[in-house]
């Protein structure tokens, strides 16, 4: 069964570095997510993405966040300058369809750990 | 505002035990959907069940059923004959039917089944 795949699996960062976390969603879907699990905590929304456009982001994601598309399989989070409170686990998903009923398949998460 | 709430936060069974993992939503939205997601222990998120709002026929697949009452705002989800690789974190969550994509989570459940 297809499926969505993360990269790296754990990734250990400096406070104030930047990082990228890369996902390669289901090939045939069209719509992709991140959202992000604090330790323990329920998981939140960061941002949807579909043609090559933002189309609805929360409030966590604020100017130090930002996706792309870059090729016709990646699509990644960047974290410009992390944060202690950015430690977290976080999740791309992709969905065939948007705004319907059709479930958004997770990949395995990025563990990210701020130190 | 939507809203999930699991207000189980953990239940214990003995192996071959029914369990009932609750979920409560808010929507204002007329039509909307709900899903279940697994979390085993090695932390990736299984899609589990979707459900339509106009559509509050339940379901049976194999020992997992679920309930979705509109009445009184429910999608509760029944595990019969547990095992201990049910053994997971269970999040119940809702998306509007209207211009998003955003999954709102509750804060899950855990589920340990000892044998």
């Known amino acids: 069964e297809p499926e969505v795949t993360q990269t790296p699996s754990h990734q250990v960062t400096q406070m104030g570095q930047e990082v990228i976390l890369r996902c390669v969603p289901i090939s045939n879907h069209l719509y992709f997510y991140w959202y992000r699990q604090i330790l323990g905590q329920k998981v939140e929304f960061l941002v949807s993405?579909?043609?090559?456009?933002?189309?609805?982001k929360s409030e966590i994601f604020d100017d130090q966040f930002s996706v792309e598309r870059p090729d016709g399989s990646n699509f990644t989070l960047k974290i410009r300058s992390t944060k202690l409170e950015d430690s977290a686990m976080y999740f791309c998903?992709?969905?065939?369809?948007?705004?319907?009923?059709?479930?958004?398949?997770f990949g395995d998460g990025t563990r990210l750990s701020i130190l | 505002a939507q809203k999930v709430t699991q207000a189980q936060t953990e239940i214990s069974v003995v192996e071959k035990e029914d369990v009932t993992l609750d979920c409560v939503y808010e929507t204002r939205d007329t039509t909307y959907y709900l899903f279940w997601y697994k979390q085993p222990p090695s932390g990736e998120l299984v899609f589990l069940i979707r459900?339509?709002?106009?559509?509050?026929q339940n379901e049976i697949s194999g020992r997992y059923s679920w309930n979705f009452q509109k009445s009184t705002s429910s999608f509760n989800f029944t595990i019969t004959a547990s095992q201990v690789v049910d053994s997971a974190v269970y999040f119940c969550a809702l998306k509007g039917g209207g211009n998003t994509d955003k999954l709102i989570f509750g804060t899950g459940t855990r589920l340990q089944v000892f044998p």
């Open positions: 459900r339509n709002s106009f559509d509050e």
């Open positions: 998903a992709s969905s065939e369809r948007g705004y319907s009923n059709q479930p958004q398949h």
């Open positions: 993405f579909y043609n090559n456009e933002i189309s609805e």
